[in-house]
């Protein structure tokens, strides 16, 4: 007697019935990726341009002399302050990532082992502030900066400090909410206080939600023009680099766009690159920090 033999699956009649389906989502993540990468290409693309250039045909290839571009860095990088707007842009974010992880993994910490009406309270206040748009909150904000004397980097650290937490608390509580009490109990046998078992024990296995939160607040940090130019200005010396670039327009409107845009390269190259070398974590993070959520 012979086996019996199963029907082996139609593959190719199953890959021709999804042939249009999957090249009309081809199509579209085409056309999302053109979107999304059509502004920095002409940001890129005008870097290297005269004003007059840009202003007659700023979608034109730059196919004239390159060294109007090379013109346009030294231009931008010539503008008083720009090097200490670097210096600042780098410490803000640095100090603001560093802050919102840290905290905001000690709060979530807090929130998901300590079941009370309390923690209950204020997980959800820090949800309802995610959906709270900025422009709500701004002048009252700006007020109470001005009262505090927030108008310094270490200021401006604590208010992305309030704004960021939302998100990163919602994430890390329901990382952490994945996690066995049983781990924390076994360290605690073994003589680990409740900190050493937060350190020891906890942090560690929150690395993947930490690394995208981390991420992801470099990139709203770095590239926020808004926060920093209400709270801190542009007649102080602590400006960003995305504020300086607005000292680029003149009192009469007149702007220089070629250096503009050469100072925009230099600013969105730099989380550019360090997003490329974190993106892997994104998706892991976002998965892990939001099914429990």
């Not at 840009?54 to 010539?78: C, R, S």
């Given at each position: 007697m012979t086996a019996p033999t199963l029907d082996k699956p139609h593959t190719k009649e199953r890959s021709t019935s999804r042939g249009p389906a999957a090249l009309f989502i081809y199509a579209v993540l085409a056309f999302l990726t053109l979107v999304f990468l059509g502004p920095i290409f002409f940001i890129f693309m005008n870097a290297f341009k005269n004003k007059?250039?840009?202003?007659?045909?700023?979608?034109?290839?730059?196919?004239?002399?390159?060294?109007?571009?090379?013109?346009?860095?030294?231009?931008?990088?010539?503008r008083q302050g720009f090097g200490w707007a670097i210096v600042w842009s780098f410490t803000i974010t640095i100090l603001s990532v560093i802050a919102i992880v840290f905290f905001s993994a000690l709060t979530a910490y807090?929130?998901?082992?300590?079941k009370t009406w309390w923690?209950?309270?204020l997980y959800y206040m820090f949800v309802f502030s995610m959906v709270i748009p900025f422009?709500?909150?701004?002048?009252?904000?700006?007020?109470i900066a001005d009262m505090l004397n927030l108008a310094n980097p270490?200021?401006?650290?604590?208010?992305?400090?309030?704004?960021g937490s939302g998100l990163s608390v919602f994430m890390f509580v329901g990382f952490i909410k994945s996690i066995p009490l049983e781990i924390e109990e076994a360290a605690m046998i073994d003589g680990c206080s409740p900190l050493q078992n937060y350190f020891r024990v906890v942090l560690p296995m929150c690395k993947p939600t930490a690394i995208t939160v981390a991420i992801l607040n470099?990139?709203?940090?770095?590239?926020?023009?808004?926060?920093?130019y209400l709270v801190i200005g542009l007649s102080t010396r602590y400006k960003t680099i995305p504020v300086l670039i607005q000292s680029f327009?003149?009192?009469?409107?007149?702007?220089?766009?070629?250096?503009?845009?050469?100072?925009?390269?230099?600013?969105?190259?730099?989380?550019?690159?360090?997003?490329?070398?974190?993106?892997?974590?994104?998706?892991?993070?976002?998965?892990?920090?939001?099914?429990?959520?």
């Open positions: 007059l250039a840009i202003a007659n045909d700023p979608f034109a290839i730059p196919l004239g002399d390159m060294w109007v571009g090379l013109e346009n860095f030294v231009t931008g990088l010539m807090y929130i998901v082992r300590v923690t209950n309270a422009q709500m909150v701004m002048f009252p904000t700006v007020k270490i200021g401006i650290v604590v208010l992305y400090l309030g704004f470099a990139m709203w940090v770095w590239n926020d023009y808004l926060l920093p327009v003149g009192s009469h409107g007149n702007r220089d766009m070629g250096a503009m845009m050469a100072m925009l390269v230099l600013a969105i190259i730099p989380i550019i690159v360090f997003y490329m070398s974190a993106q892997k974590y994104i998706i892991e993070g976002v998965a892990a920090g939001a099914v429990k959520g």
